[in-house]
């Protein structure tokens, strides 16, 4: 829906424009998933807020679809998919830095992960409690909602999120800028909430986030201290890795095992458990691997910290007769850790520069892979285990890339109601995340079906999904995954919205209406605005009317 600005009526643009005649626009044209590469008009790589607004209004005028990357790292086509025509790459809008304007730390959305890390920790002392793989960039990862080591004992990212600067499209075609804050009285508050788990490409582009932790702030007439602002990690972390190699690894281990874990996790989920500084991963690994791993970190601030690393660990293989030893196989996006077999204690900032960066499918460019995810509220049913093994231990279509992982909840996460922000799975205990990745075009479709099959075996009580309920509370936007669109996949009576959002969608709806009234933003599992008549509606599982 083209405006009725001519082109002699915009200035000239000076963001920098690559097109398919430029020697690096292969390199703009794809993510991190190789499996999705996009043939896009232009990228445009802005390098300030003006630009971004100039770059989205050209988009508005000459109606081209338009997807923005931050970093890069979209599991979905939601970037890079068939029908988009301009690509705004925030990769150069980087910056970190104390703003005293609104005594609080900006970050670009084009800022990776890592690097947020070290300027709030080198420059204050402080950080925010983001996600492990360092390129992730702050723009998606923080609008979905963010999960990290630190989640149990600081909350999530968006826990600490005061304001976000979005571009936005009106009605009538205009594109300005809006800075939205948590205030109660901002008029612009419910495009603050929809960004704090509302994900992204859905109602603007975002190019700055503040952050300040609730109930801080600068009295008035007094210098600001920055490093009051944001919560101070620990100097130090324990970090353990260990594994249970398969072949001495019966199906009585591997059950005991995992209802181990997942116990655990539920009866330390509630906010303020003394384990809170506790955070792990368990990697279920096809047989095809060697190996299952387990990775602990546990924040060494406190003289029991040791103690507790080691109750964790005592009560997690607990009746398990298989030796552990190090990890010497790929654990999920892990590479090898074996030098992490005996508990080691690290400098904060190492610990988490070596867990994001020791991950082989980060630089690897030419894997392409799928994944799915799913949160836990209670302890694995029976049947939830039955099906984890038989597929894991599956002889046929082995791929040692192929793994569920299970990571922690709860604690500070927990301490939040569901609707205090758009994050919806407040309540959840642990969650899970199912990885394939292939080299081979030849090998996709495979890959694609051991996938489908093994998750849709353990929900098939639910329709093939984790239908919020009782045992289950949905998925994780931040991981999406296309096929819960798609009937044939989600045979349950909730659709993909409802998974990803639960009770928190028809706000989610009113704020797309209210800022992105054209739908301009848009991808394949995007916000949808309500129906014409004014109701909270969908279209169920299929993909909507605007396709991709």
Known sequence: MPTDVPKSDLPALPVTAVTATDARYPDLVRGWNQRFVCAPETVFLPTTTDEVAEAVRRAVRDDKRLSIRSGGHCWEDFVHHPDVRIVLDMSALKAVYFDPEHDAFAVEAGALLLDVYERLYRGWGVTVPGGMCFQVGAGGHVSGGGWGLLCRRLGLVVDHLYAVEVVVVDRDGTVRTVVATREDDDPARELWWAHTGGGGG??????????????????????PDPAALLPRPPAEVWVSAISWQWDELGREDFVRLVANYSAWQVAHRAPGDPYSDVCSLLSLNHRSNGAIGLITQVAADDPGSLRQLEDFLAAVTAG?????????????????????????????????????????????????????????????????????????????????????????????????????????????????AWMIWWDDPADEAGCLTWLREFYEDVYAETGGVPVPGPDTDGAFVNYPDRDLSDPARNRSSSPWHELYYKANYPRLQRAKKRWDPRDVFRHRQSVRLPSPGGAEGHEGNRPGPHGV
């Open 202 to 223: 859905n109602f603007g582009v975002v190019t700055r986030y503040w952050f300040r932790s609730p109930d801080t702030g600068t009295p008035t007439g007094r210098e």
């Open 320 to 432: 398990v007769r298989a030796p552990a030893g190090p990890v010497t196989t790929r654990m999920g996006e892990h590479g090898p850790m074996p030098e992490l077999a005996r508990p080691r204690r690290l400098p904060w900032m190492q610990a988490t520069r070596y867990l994001g960066t020791a991950n082989p499918t980060t630089n690897d460019p030419t894997q392409k892979g799928a994944f799915k995810s799913s949160y836990m509220r209670r302890d694995f049913p029976a049947r939830h285990i039955d099906a984890l093994y038989r597929h894991l231990a599956r002889e046929d279509g082995g791929n040692p890339t192929a793994s569920v992982m299970l990571s922690s909840f709860g604690g500070a996460v927990a301490a939040a109601d569901d609707d205090a922000t758009a994050f919806p799975h407040r309540d959840a205990a642990f969650k899970l």
